[in-house]
């Protein structure tokens, strides 16, 4: 167990539509990464925050949009789903935000869009 | 921007024997971190490379860091079936404050 906690484990919901994913970091850590990985796929970087801000942006749609809340726990937001919008979402957190952290990821949401 | 590539993105071996993925850079790494992730599972931080030329043992896993720092590579020696899982490599060029991932190499192994 990392300490990182996603909810919900499974989602599944049609196209068009829009769901909200959470992630809690472990307990003092203070960045948090959001991850997609699509079937058999590498993991591709989203975004970053850092004790609420924005640091570092990846390959993220413009249907898409995160936010780090005043207590550190963190949303995903997809909106307009499409299909190939399936995959399995990891947060993962880190002390400090830095690229030598050790980033410890959550279980993952598996997103299904039908 | 940066790139990261891993190599082979699949390997079946029998039980015993021995596995090598290879992480190649596009650009110098400042470091390089490997993480493992079981199937069905989430990945997992196995350790962290910043010297030119380091080299790390962990039981049967040896990690190398190139000289020139762009490439790394993971061997597992007489592999076991609880070594199956997906590899990934994670680099850092100091052009950005993020890991860029590796595609990752599946390994499968038969018992």
């Known amino acids: 167990d990392s300490g990182v906690t996603q909810t919900p484990k499974h989602l599944i919901t049609a196209t068009g539509q829009r769901v909200t994913l959470r992630c809690s970091p472990r307990?003092?850590?203070?960045?948090v990464y959001w991850y997609q990985q699509s079937l058999d796929q590498g993991l591709q970087f989203l975004i970053q925050?850092?004790?609420?801000?924005?640091?570092a942006k990846g390959n993220i749609l413009e249907r898409f949009s995160a936010q780090q809340f005043p207590d550190l726990h963190s949303e995903l937001n997809l909106s307009s789903l499409e299909l190939g919008d399936s995959a399995l979402y990891f947060c993962?957190?880190?002390?400090?935000?830095?690229?030598?952290?050790?980033?410890?990821f959550g279980p993952g949401t598996r997103l299904t869009v039908l | 921007g940066q790139q990261v590539m891993q190599i082979p993105q699949y390997q079946h071996v029998q039980e015993g024997e021995d596995f090598t993925t290879y992480c190649n850079s596009s650009?110098?790494?400042?470091?390089i971190q490997w993480y493992k992730q079981r199937p069905g599972g989430h990945p997992v931080f196995l350790i962290q490379?910043?010297?030119?030329?380091e080299v790390k043992k962990q039981k049967r896993l040896t990690f190398q860091f190139g000289e020139a720092k762009k490439n790394s590579s993971l061997h597992i020696t007489a592999t076991q079936t609880t070594d199956v899982g997906t590899y990934f490599c994670?680099?850092?060029?100091?052009?950005?404050?993020?890991?860029?991932f590796g595609g990752g190499t599946r390994l499968m192994v038969k018992p």
């Open positions: 993962a957190s880190t002390l400090g935000g830095g690229p030598t952290d050790t980033q410890y």
């Open positions: 307990s003092g850590d203070l960045s």
């Open positions: 925050y850092y004790n609420g801000e924005e640091r």
């Open positions: 650009t110098t790494l400042s470091n």
């Open positions: 490379l910043v010297k030119s030329g």
């Open positions: 994670a680099g850092n060029n100091n052009a950005g404050n993020m890991l860029t």
